[in-house]
Nanobody, 128 residues
């Protein structure tokens, strides 16, 4: 599967931004989808995960209550809505696909190593 992320940009602290990730292929609905980010000089970290059915999601404490992941399997697209953005949210954001989503409609993993396919990344910059 090929992933194409879009929607990054520059936003002021407290603002909102939405990201999209379009996937190629006919089996999108079988993949767990995740959003990760990597700030300069730091390791890539998970920010949101959604199961293949969309029925189960995961967020780390750093973004819980501010970020929302969703998916539209008919459009082969996963979204990340980011609200109340902070300067520490500045990073390159990547979408990724875990092909083990076929195991269960509620299966998901927050581990970077679980993901088989990665998009090219989109820059999000939050100014103070």
């Amino acid at each position: 599967v090929q992933l194409q992320a879009s929607g990054g940009g520059l936003v002021q602290a407290g603002g909102s931004l939405g990201l999209s990730c379009a996937a190629s292929g006919r089996t999108f609905s079988r993949y767990v989808m995740g959003w990760f980010r990597q700030a300069s000089g730091k390791e890539r970290e998970v920010v949101a995960v959604i199961s293949s059915s969309g029925g189960r999601t995961y967020y780390p404490d750093s973004v819980k209550g501010r970020f929302t992941i969703s998916r539209d399997n008919a459009k082969n697209t996963v979204y990340l809505q980011m609200n109340s953005l902070k300067p520490e949210d500045t990073a390159v954001y990547y979408c990724a696909a875990d092909e083990r989503g076929y195991l269960s409609p509620t299966y998901y993993s927050a581990r970077r190593s679980s993901y088989d396919y990665w998009g090219q990344g989109t820059q999000v910059t939050v100014s103070s």
